[in-house]
């Protein structure tokens, strides 16, 4: 069934900054800089901007005031991961709200995520952040949630650590070439297996990587991208999904998540099969949630992963690519280009549809997959394309 | 309703998200009941406290105490987390989701205690017991002593 949206919003505009465990600067200025690389990327100035969309990080008013942008006739603080942005931002120029969205999303290493960062009185000062510990030490709320589903999964299809160990690998081993990345040592499978465990089954390495910066977009009508400077990359279809146990501790099994909601609607709406993606960027907040969509995408079966990951693994570069030809999250993922909630992978994903992912790209790219989001209640998934 | 005033349960638990749907939860934790939501009319539990049944859509929910008896059905044991009396992260703080013996999926999530690493697995039988906290009662569970049939 093809919707009436299909291929009629497209992102026409890139900006970002680089990503750091300590950038030495305010969540809105990273912002800010990002905003105006995409903007002038767009070759648009402020007057064309009629849209804004972000999050209560560095909310849309602020970015209207410090980019003195006259007139908005649509705005949205959203909550993460960065698939809301895009997908309310593609509604709203659809529906005729305004026409042109500048969408973005700050980081910053807040001091709820470790003592190092509460120790810098910016940082503390900025509050806790949305990463503070849950209050109870007896609750897989909050960070805790997918560690018990990776120890279930582990049980369940009978398979070792090495699972979780390819896609923190896999994504290291793209993050040596972006200069964009926080984390960019070559990482093998033995510093894997003996890192200490944080929250069992998994390690640091398992888990993204808390750091600064900000992308930012510019989303428009296709019709009008095609105006613009920059080859258009076409939203062609976007789902969400979440099903009535959105808990960890009451989700059913590894596969009655949100998962295979917004999988299953995604294929309904795409004319865009599997087999002609050409990058593949899977959220890895989690390792688990990594495996999991290239399960519930259809690479392989469930608890496949493990052997697919071997049959599809470029040894000369140490990662997966899948058929010889389909890599993976080549900017290196939340885990080590740095923890974007999705923006890094939405910012990738044009980038490659755009040709323009320099020694990283993908040749002749024209189909990207983006499944951001977990298993209790943000997965998401997005086709991009281009003409 | 009982001796225990509001004033008192949240004083007791500082810090956790009370409301007038879960204090009731919380004020049978004070008295070591442990109190899961259950249905009045069609008999559903549920998990976390809600204001209605997740199955009838019915407003007669009543906290009501549980066997106790239950099996792991998800576990981890943490070495990172809030600070609290009593735990040693660098030993390992288990957390487990308990299917109660209530309801298939009925899951309550707490620690395990009188428990060796060894025996710690998916499936295990366990059963409810206290533990204190700062002077606090804590539900937890335990391997269940094995039963005559
Ligand atoms: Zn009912």
Redesign the interface.
Known sequence: MTLPIKDRVAIAGLGSTPFSRDAGRAAGAMVLDACVGAVRDAGLTASDIDGLCGSNVVPARYVQGALGIPECTWHANLTIPFQHQIIESMNAIHAGMCSTVLAYHGVYRASGTSRAASADPFRARYGAGPNV????????EGA?GH???A??YL?KYGVGREVFGKVAINNRSNAVLNERAAMRQPLTMEDYLSA??????LTLYDMDLPVDGADAFIITSAERARDLPHRPVLIHAAALGQN??P????M?DVDCTGQQIAIRQLWRHSDVRLGDVDVFFPYDGFSIITVRWFETAGYCDDGEANAFFDAHWETSTDRILIDGRVAVNTHGGSMSEGATQGSGHFREAAAQLRGEAGVRQVPNAKHALVTPGGFFFNAGAVMLRTE | MNGITDAAVFESF???AIDHDNIEHYRGILQRRLLVNRCADCGTWH??ARSRC?ACWSTRVEPTKISGRGVIA?????????P?TG?DYQE??P???VELAEQP?L?????IVDCKRETL??GLPVELTWIERVGVP?P?FRPAEPRNA
């Open positions: 510990l849950f209050q109870t030490p007896d609750t897989f805790v560690s018990p589903w120890r279930r049980d200490r465990l944080v929250r069992e089954p009535d146990r808990f960890s501790a009451q059913l | 500082p810090g956790v998990e976390p997740p998800l576990f981890t044991v943490l070495h990172h987390g809030p609290a735990i390992g703080h957390v487990a989701a999926g899951r309550f999530t707490a620690t697995r998916i804590v937890a």
